[in-house]
């Protein structure tokens, strides 16, 4: 059985990585708007 502390690290990366998607999804979408405004 795993360890407390790896579950918890393993549960930040999982977040990291949500919160870099969300990020990244985000920027992508205003980077869109402001090439192509008219759309909006």
Do not use: H, N, Q, W
Request: charged share 20%; aromatic share 12%.
């Amino acid at each position: 059985m795993p360890s407390p502390a790896k579950l918890c690290e393993r549960a930040m990366s999982i977040d990291y990585a949500l919160g870099s998607a969300v990020t990244l999804s985000i920027f992508i979408y205003l980077v869109y708007a402001l090439i192509r405004p008219e759309r909006f």
